[in-house]
């Protein structure tokens, strides 16, 4: 069987994952829905709505594919993927408050559809159930792992916020912020398939680092599409970043690297974001060549986590993930 | 050591509590602190402020006083009772974004002084924070409990929502309401003390049915007090839940109990509600005797729960908790 985007039950296009994966999709797909099954009212809605926005399914695909690496599929692997993809969900809806987001991936979000109030209380729900899933399965170390990722995840949001609008030329601040925001639940997948799998602690550690990195990948391409993607396949306009104040890897380097952007600073600190900024900013950003460069910090990110990879047994799940790196790698190109 | 409401480090005053109590107290009320020292920025003046705000910490203290009828005190069950009170703190702030509550307990909310936005965050950390302890101490069923009361208290708040300006006559209705919205932490909190110190099953059941009655208690007499508590005292104006919309049991009974305020039922359907009507009900409340009769069901609840104690080892922790249940309902009286 192979999707597309309309037969998807998700609307997701699959053709990222092979087809001879599709299995742990579909299987994954019919276990959060099964999952959600016990909400009710409102609260039901947004969970259903949210699930059939789709997404790639990208971090319960690397929890099944990190713990297979050491160890056999189980129903507590696949629990475990299924509640890293409700707290996945559940941050979502939180953040799309908490940034205001009217649409993602091309569909009006639940604050936009049910008001900030029951999106608050969906995402709550969410993350209740994605813990309660983890402690049904007594899988005590993953929910620590969750539960501080949380908390990380939490902590990136406010530095975001407080980071708007000021085009900071320090990147560990940057990297703070996408390490906490979106690499660390990435990081989270690898390291709570490989722990349900009782891998050894070394294993679990390289598996972690595999996955932080690609995370890093992973945001910096999405920042550097926001200055060069397809529109419809983001799901999103161009410069959604830039306008609300969200100073990226691309900006951050075209101010570092050149003097001539000095008066662009103080442009970019003003609220709200000067729009007639974007054309100027658009060709400076082409004809600077900093794009080409976020491409090579992606890529050397990609080629780290390429490298514990490396260190991992070799198997058809390590060659998937491999295959997924080289995808994401692609995605950017 | 005798606190008053001035020196007490969080103003409240705990005359509640026996003298020999306040070590409890205390350690709680340091190990809240402790328990929030990694939150940083924003997130830490919210975690500090709504610490600050007090509370009676009634939940810890019913989680370790429910536990020490079957078991010692150790730091498992002080840390579960620490991971109640920072689900209850969470779920308070979350709450007053959903109502839109600019004051609570004499004191401006999280959401009043930081916005919607922060306090989301603040309230999910608290949520992970909450969870981590648990999963750190290794305490999983007391994890599982508190991830479906979460769940539960989510669908309570969307019932209490959805039953807005809806003059129910069906108790059912505003019966599931409270349990969900309220008792049901009151609940989990003597569970999981008794699970903690591993009482038997049936005297987990018992307890927990101790707690059930105790919050439905409570709450019900919080509705009797918005109808003719002191304002002061509440940290609210009076008639807060009946403005809002949420019809309470002391309407409820005067809307069953009398054809005469058959008019009353439609004018109560309008939104938003007529202040004139305040007098009118005021006067009607007070002649019909509906409140003694809520304070009758009350102390129907105070007495299952009561029931239920007297199954429970005869101990100073069982003594404890018959005072709080006579001091409950002292407070309705």
Redo the contacts between chains.
């Keep these: 069987m192979v999707y597309t985007r309309n037969d998807s039950p998700t609307g997701f296009q699959r053709t990222l994952i092979n087809p001879e994966e599709f299995n742990y999709i579909d299987l994954i797909e019919s276990k959060l829905i099964e999952a959600l099954k016990d909400s ?4 039901r809605k947004i969970c259903y709505h949210i699930l059939r926005a789709g997404g790639k399914r990208v971090r319960p695909l690397l929890v099944c594919h990190s713990g297979m690496l050491f160890g056999e599929a189980s129903e507590e692997l696949f629990q475990a993927a299924v509640s890293v993809e409700l707290i996945h969900m559940a941050s979502l809806i ?1 953040d799309d ?2 940034d ?1 987001t009217e649409f993602r991936r091309n569909q009006p979000t639940a604050q936009a559809l049910w008001g ?3 999106a ?2 969906g ?3 969410l ?3 994605a ?2 899933i983890l ?2 399965q ?1 899988l ?2 993953p ?2 792992v969750m ?2 990722t ?2 990380t995840m ?2 990136g ?3 975001q ?2 980071d708007q609008f000021q085009p900071l030329t320090d990147f560990d601040r940057y990297y703070s912020r996408i390490t906490q925001k979106t690499a660390s639940l990435i990081e989270a997948s690898c390291r709570v398939g490989a722990l349900v799998c009782q891998a050894p602690p070394d294993a679990v550690e390289t598996i972690a680092q595999f996955g932080l990195h690609l995370g890093l990948a992973y945001q910096i391409i999405d920042d550097i599409l926001d200055f060069c993607g397809d529109e419809i396949y983001m799901g999103k306009p161009k410069f959604t970043d830039l306008t609300k104040g969200n100073l990226t890897l691309p900006i951050l380097l075209l101010l570092e690297r050149s003097s001539e952007y000095e008066w662009l600073k103080e442009k970019l600190q003003e609220r709200p974001f000067d729009q007639t900024l974007l054309p100027i900013i658009e060709n400076a950003i082409r004809q600077s060549g900093v794009l080409k460069e976020a491409y090579r910090i992606t890529v050397n990110h990609l080629d780290i986590a390429r490298q514990n990879l490396r260190q991992c047994p070799n198997s058809p799940e390590r060659r998937f993930l491999e295959e997924l790196t080289d995808k994401l790698q692609a995605r950017a190109n």
């Excluded at 009710?40 to 609260?43: A, L, P, T, V």
């Design positions: 009710r009212g409102i609260i939180h408050i908490i205001e900030v109030q029951h608050v209380l995402g709550d729900y993350f209740a159930k813990f309660r402690a049904d007594k005590v170390e929910l620590e539960a501080h949380v908390q939490c902590q949001e406010i530095e916020d407080s």
